[in-house]
């Protein structure tokens, strides 16, 4: 069976500093992996993919995860904080064939001035 | 990726009664999925909504109590029945694209007094 783990239900961090959320999966099989990004009174947009291939993901925002099958990890991070980033991100892990997403429990980021 | 929309964006209804949330995608897609999110928490898949047969669910979901309908590859609608204020939640359908990635709608708001 698959899961996911958030460490942190909630993170704060400074404008202009790095943003670090953390997700860690289990999976019997090859995963594909994804961040979900939930703006207030919005749905989930697409953060960034793992699927095959590259094991460091650019997505948008100027987001970036890299895929670590030894640590069983997907860890999104940001350089620099902007107040827009301020939002809800669910990490989410699938695998080929399988199509059903199976979710986190999400990390809500603040970002201060 | 496919645009999404859903109807209505969100609702207020009286226990016992019972609304129908549509989905309608601007393009033909295979697999058409529906979420719910309870308030603070993070998504929980209800079904998968099948072209022209039953849709199947997902443990602790029923028929009954979420019937689904999925006429043709563009639509799709979700009852909630006789409602009662624990189904106060967002609910969200989602279209898988290339590389099984999942695409969101807005999401239908739900308050059930």
């Known amino acids: 069976a698959q899961s996911v783990t958030q460490l942190g239900s909630h993170v704060s961090v400074s404008e202009g500093a790095l943003v670090l959320l953390r997700c860690n999966y289990s999976s019997s099989v090859p995963p594909y992996l994804f961040w979900y990004v939930q703006y207030p009174n919005q749905g989930l947009q697409l953060l960034l993919k793992y699927t095959t291939g590259a094991t460091l993901v650019k997505g948008i925002n100027g987001f970036e995860a890299e895929f670590k099958k030894s640590e069983t990890s997907f860890h999104l991070t940001k350089p620099s904080a902007h107040m827009s980033d301020a939002a809800e991100y669910f990490c989410a892990v699938s695998h080929r064939g399988y199509n059903k997403l199976i979710f986190g429990a999400g990390t809500r980021l603040a970002v201060h001035p | 990726s496919a645009v999404i929309s859903q109807k209505p964006s969100r609702d207020i209804c009286q226990r016992g009664t019972s609304l129908t949330i549509q989905c309608q995608v601007d393009?033909?897609?295979?697999?058409m999925f529906w979420y719910r999110q309870q308030p603070g928490q993070s998504l929980t898949l209800i079904a998968t909504a099948n072209q022209g047969s039953e849709a199947t669910y997902e443990s602790g979901f029923v028929i009954d109590k979420f019937p689904i309908s999925r006429p043709n590859l563009t639509f799709s609608t979700l009852t909630v029945s006789n409602m009662s204020p624990e189904d106060s939640s967002i609910y969200l359908c989602?279209?898988?694209?290339?590389?099984?990635?999942?695409?969101f709608g807005p999401g239908t708001r739900l308050l059930v007094l």
């Open positions: 393009s033909q897609v295979t697999m």
């Open positions: 989602s279209v898988v694209g290339v590389e099984e990635t999942q695409y």
